[in-house]
T-cell receptor, first 114, second 112 residues
């Protein structure tokens, strides 16, 4: 089966600019996650979708980050305006449903804010 | 205090060595325990999964969970250079909507 697709792979922007990341999960996976992984740290959950509804966005900095999952399939994560501390790898993952332990991760988008 | 603590290493071992990786946690609600392997510039991939306490073996890999001590371990026998990666422990509560919480990751290098 095809894996979780993410684009772009790399992005360099200046602070205060905006950026968007795209994710296409595994077909049939109802749950989609966006994680932020800062260098040297484990991934931290930003937002979790069940189909096209938000299950958990408690750690999403809502003043600058937004995410949507239209039609319960693809998802986009946006940062506006970006700060230096947003430099990280943004990982998208999907699973069959919220109770399932088997997450499949994409390769991530590496964001550098200068 | 972080919910999940993992020694970041780095850990460097010779080929063929037995590797022990560990995590401690503070949240008693965690019921599902996982180990992920992450190669450089790739996303994490699920390596081992254990529910509640006990041991699980898969080839050269053994996962152990001791809920009474809030301590989990991953053992790698006969380590190979291809095992060189970052190993992340991850845990999830028993509730359906519980989120997966990761440790910091341990960087492992197995040299020939």
């Amino acid at each position: 089966e095809a894996g979780v697709a993410q684009s772009p792979r790399y992005k360099i922007i200046e602070k205060r600019q905006s950026v968007a990341f795209w994710c296409n999960p595994i077909s049939g996976h109802a749950t989609l996650y966006w994680y932020q992984q800062i260098l040297g740290q484990g991934p931290k959950l930003l937002i979790q979708f069940q189909n096209n509804g938000v299950v958990d966005d408690s750690q999403l900095p809502k003043d600058r980050f937004s995410a949507e999952r239209l039609k319960g399939v693809d998802s986009t994560l946006k940062i506006q305006p970006a700060k230096l501390e947003d430099s990280a790898v943004y990982l998208c993952a999907s699973s069959l449903d919220t109770g399932h332990y088997g997450y499949t991760f994409g390769s991530g988008t590496r964001l550098t804010v200068v | 205090q972080k919910e999940v603590e993992q020694d970041p290493g780095p850990l460097s071992v010779p080929e063929g060595a037995i590797v022990s990786l560990n995590c401690t946690y503070s949240n008693s609600a965690f019921q599902y325990f996982m180990w992920y392997r992450q190669y450089s510039r790739k996303g994490p991939e699920l390596l081992m999964y254990t529910y509640s306490s006990g041991n699980k073996e898969d080839g050269r890999f053994t996962a152990q969970v001791d809920k009474s001590s809030k301590y989990i371990s991953l053992f790698i026998r006969d380590s190979q250079p291809s095992d060189s990666a970052t190993y992340l422990c991850a845990m999830k509560p028993g509730t359906s909507y519980g989120k997966l919480t990761f440790g910091q990751g341990t960087i492992l290098t197995v040299h020939p």
